[in-house]
């Protein structure tokens, strides 16, 4: 029951993917089903799914009434379901539900602009643009970035992960992209991103 209350006390200050976590799988240690699929839920619908998934996951659904749970993954939307399950995207909220005979699965719906969202700040530094940005609902990925301008459009994936952060726990990863250069294109030195 501590961990519990510490962790909800983590988790009223700041939203983290392990603290959700830890919350549900305490809470279904202590017996209680519903509130462990609750917090299972939240972690699911704000964050992307951690590697490896934790094998608890399937254990909530189960002892919550659930047919299964869903999640988003690398590669997109995963979990633990039965055979038989639809995906709808909701017109109104913009997420995607996943249903099994009627009932949304743990989980559901998810939100892609949630757990797609990326957050940063850029500035001009000389003749340079120098910044910062990351994923919230998935804090180990590195971001990608489209810079438009006059030259066109170029992708770079921001890796500085030296750079100070903008506030406690915020995984920013840094990125500096000369501008002005006449020789040189100024996005050699950065990995381009091809999907």
């Known amino acids: 029951g501590e961990a519990a209350l510490l962790l909800e006390g983590v988790l009223a200050a700041v939203a983290l993917r392990e603290?959700?976590?830890?919350?549900?799988?305490?809470?279904?240690?202590?017996?209680?089903?519903?509130?462990?699929?609750?917090?299972?839920?939240?972690?699911?619908?704000?964050?992307?799914l951690p590697d490896p998934v934790p094998p608890v996951a399937a254990a909530i659904a189960r002892a919550a009434g659930f047919a299964g749970w869903c999640g988003l993954g690398p590669r997109g939307p995963v979990g633990v379901v039965p055979a038989g399950v639809a995906a709808r995207r909701l017109r109104d909220a913009g997420g995607v539900a996943f249903v099994s005979d009627g009932q949304h699965l743990l989980g559901s719906p998810l939100d892609p602009a949630v757990l797609g969202r990326v957050e940063g700040a850029v500035r001009a530094e000389g003749a340079a643009l120098?910044?910062?940005?990351?994923?919230p609902a998935d804090p180990d990925r590195d971001p990608v970035l489209t810079l438009r301008g006059g030259a066109g459009e170029r992708r770079l994936v921001a890796r500085d992960r030296s750079i100070p952060t903008p506030?406690?726990?915020?995984?920013?990863?840094g990125f500096r992209v000369p501008l002005g250069a006449r020789d040189a294109d100024p996005f050699e030195q950065y990995e381009q991103h091809r999907e």
């Open 167 to 173: 506030r406690p726990l915020v995984l920013a990863r």
């Open 19 to 48: 603290a959700w976590w830890s919350l549900a799988t305490v809470r279904l240690a202590l017996g209680d089903a519903r509130a462990a699929a609750a917090a299972l839920s939240e972690a699911l619908r704000r964050f992307r």
């Open 130 to 135: 120098v910044g910062w940005a990351w994923h």
